[in-house]
C-alpha cells in the first residue's frame, strides 16, 4: 500500500486501484490470471473513468452562458488525483470535487466518489455524483475498463463472443473524429451474442444506445478458460471497443452519456444524452465485474 495505489485482497482475487484516477489498474486470479490490459503501447489506460463528459465535444468545447472552456474528450477525472476516503482489505473509496482547477474547464461544483469492493467472485464499482451547488449540473459519466484480449495467452482473439442477457436487434451508433453520427448500423449482435474479431473496430467503437441488457459475458465461445461477466445498474449505454489498428485488449464499456452528435451546435446543457442533477441531489450508478477460470 502506498499514497499512489491501493490492493483490495478476498479469497483468490485482488485489485489494484490508483489514486490517480480512481482507476482499476488490475484483477488478478491468484492461479496466474490477469484480466485487466496492462497499459502496453498500443494504449496506455487500465480502466478510465468518464467523467463530467463521456466521449468528445465538437472542437472540445463546452458552452455555458456566453463563455467557451475547453475539455478534451472523456473529461478530466482519468487525469486528476482523488482522494483517499476509505482504505480497506477489501473496500476503498476515493473522491474528487471540483477546484479552481476543474472550473476553469467546466463551471460547476460537483463531488464524485468511487468506491470499490472486492469479494470472493469479482469486484463492484460505486460512482455517485452529488450536485454540490445551486444550479442543476449537467454530467455524463462513465466506465472503460480495457480487459486482456485474449484472457488467455495463445487463443485466437476471434474465438471469442460477448454473450448479452437479452437479444440485442436495434442499430448499433457509430462514431467519427470522436463525434457521434446520425447515421445508424446495423446491429453486429446475433441474437444475444457478439462475436468478436479485430475488424469490428474498423470504424471505432460499437454503441449500444441503448442497451437492452443489464450483463455481458466475455468469454472464449466453447467456454473454456478465464471469463468475466460485467453487469451495470443506472447505466443506459454500453460501448465495446478495441484499437481500429488491431490491440490485445477489449474495452467493455457502460456510458450513462455519449459523444456530441456530429450536428450538435448549441448550449452544453442542451446536449443529448446529459443527466441533469439538481441542486443537493446526487445520481449513483454502478458496474460488477465477475471473474472465473473455468
Not at 232 to 240: A, D, I, P, S
Request: with cysteine; aromatic share 10%; net charge negative.
Amino acid at each position: 500500500m502506498t499514497d499512489d495505489t491501493h490492493t483490495l485482497r478476498s479469497g483468490s482475487l485482488t485489485a489494484t486501484v490508483k489514486a490517480h484516477g480512481a482507476e482499476m489498474c488490475s484483477l488478478r486470479h491468484e492461479g496466474g490470471t490477469e484480466f485487466v490490459w496492462q497499459a502496453g503501447p498500443e494504449w496506455q489506460r487500465h480502466a478510465p473513468l468518464l467523467f463530467p463528459i463521456v466521449g468528445r465535444l465538437a472542437n472540445d468545447e463546452m458552452r455555458h452562458r456566453g463563455r467557451t472552456y475547453r475539455i478534451t474528450q472523456h473529461g478530466f477525472a482519468r487525469d486528476s488525483r482523488f482522494v483517499w476516503a476509505e482504505r480497506g482489505e477489501g473496500r476503498c473509496s476515493l473522491v474528487l470535487e471540483d477546484s479552481a482547477a476543474t472550473r476553469a474547464l467546466y463551471p460547476f461544483a460537483f463531488r464524485l466518489t468511487a468506491t470499490y469492493t472486492l469479494d470472493d467472485a469479482g469486484l463492484d464499482l460505486s460512482l455517485t455524483v452529488v450536485n454540490t451547488g445551486g444550479e442543476t449540473l449537467p454530467v455524463s459519466l462513465g466506465g472503460h475498463p480495457a480487459f486482456n484480449w485474449p484472457l488467455r495467452p495463445g487463443v485466437p482473439k476471434e474465438s471469442y463472443a460477448l454473450t448479452f442477457t437479452n437479444e440485442e436487434p436495434a442499430p448499433v451508433r457509430r462514431v467519427e473524429g470522436g463525434l457521434l453520427l446520425a447515421a445508424t448500423d446495423p446491429s453486429p449482435v446475433e441474437g444475444k451474442v457478439l462475436p468478436l474479431s479485430e475488424g469490428l473496430f474498423t470504424s471505432d467503437a460499437v454503441i449500444l444506445d441503448p442497451v437492452n441488457s443489464h450483463a455481458v459475458r466475455y468469454a472464449a465461445a466453447d467456454g473454456s478458460g478465464p471469463w468475466l461477466e460485467m453487469s451495470w445498474r443506472g447505466f443506459r449505454e454500453l460501448g465495446v471497443w478495441s484499437k481500429p489498428s488491431g490491440a490485445p485488449f477489449l474495452c467493455i464499456e457502460p456510458w450513462r452519456g455519449y459523444a456530441s452528435p456530429k450536428n450538435f451546435d448549441g448550449e452544453f446543457t442542451d446536449k443529448p444524452g446529459l443527466m441533469h442533477i439538481a441542486p443537493g441531489a446526487e445520481e449513483c450508478l454502478s458496474f460488477r465485474i465477475d471473474v472465473g477460470t473455468s
